[in-house]
């Protein structure tokens, strides 16, 4: 079945540091790809999207490429700011999210220190 | 933009004990709502597929008696766990498909601990 793996937290960083978080996905046909952010008490928010291969989402600095060939969404955001600090879900939908179910990782808590 | 409440935030029950969750979509209208589970530090497993006005689909695994799901309205699910025990205690959320952009909300989630 379809799944997702991310790299296991935490990662901890300094303010203006560069951050990669690796994702990496199984799944059957052409799924779209997301990237969700959990900030401390919070609900789960959209942080960027790609719906089909080598498509690139960005928000708020954070991008995302969808890499068909080696079945990755890495996320990765040139600076980040103490703000950043959260949670990570990488996630698939084996549709347009419009119409189908997501699957998450297991999550990334990022934790960025001034 | 689009919000999704819940209600409780937290709750503590007594095992054997029956516990409501609501989740509301506030600014929009949604056909499909969607109930996760969460435990710490892993992530989000689907639970069940709320549609409005029908049942619910539930995910292999998921005992449909024990959680009870209600969507009566476009904005409004329900989720009953019943008879809890404390190995229901887990943080609960649901998601809402809608809004501008459509897409699926979160709403900010449910502490539930069954004592």
């Known amino acids: 079945g379809n799944s997702v793996t991310q790299m296991e937290g935490p990662v901890t960083l300094s303010e203006e540091a560069f951050l990669t978080i690796n994702c990496t996905y199984t799944?059957?046909?052409?799924?779209?790809l997301f990237w969700y952010v959990q900030y401390p008490g919070e609900g789960l928010q959209l942080l960027l999207k790609?719906?089909?291969?080598?498509d690139k989402g960005s928000n708020k600095g954070f991008e995302a490429t969808y890499r068909k060939e080696t079945t990755s969404f890495h996320l990765e955001k040139g600076s980040v700011q103490v703000s950043d600090s959260a949670v990570y879900f990488c996630?698939?939908?084996?549709?347009?999210?419009?119409?189908?179910?997501?699957?998450f990782g297991q999550g990334t808590e990022l934790s960025v220190k001034p | 933009g689009a919000v999704v409440s819940q209600h409780p935030s937290r709750v503590i029950c007594k095992s054997g004990t029956s516990v409501k969750i609501e989740c509301r979509s506030l600014?929009?209208?949604?056909?499909?709502m969607f109930w996760y589970r969460q435990f710490p530090k892993q992530s989000l497993m689907l639970m069940a597929t709320?549609?409005?006005?029908?049942?619910?689909?539930?995910e292999q695994g998921v005992e449909k008696d024990k959680f009870l799901i209600n969507h009566a309205s476009l904005t409004l699910s329900t989720l009953t766990v019943t008879s809890a025990h404390p190995e229901d205690s887990s943080f609960y959320i649901c998601?809402?498909?809608?809004?501008?952009?459509?897409?699926?909300?979160f709403g900010p989630g449910t502490r539930l601990t069954v004592t």
């Open positions: 998601s809402a498909r809608g809004g501008f952009p459509y897409e699926q909300y």
């Open positions: 996630a698939l939908s084996d549709r347009d999210n419009q119409g189908g179910k997501l699957i």
């Open positions: 790609a719906t089909k291969a080598d």
């Open positions: 799944a059957t046909g052409y799924p779209s």
């Open positions: 709320s549609n409005e006005g029908s049942k619910a689909t539930y």
């Open positions: 600014d929009f209208q949604a056909t499909t």
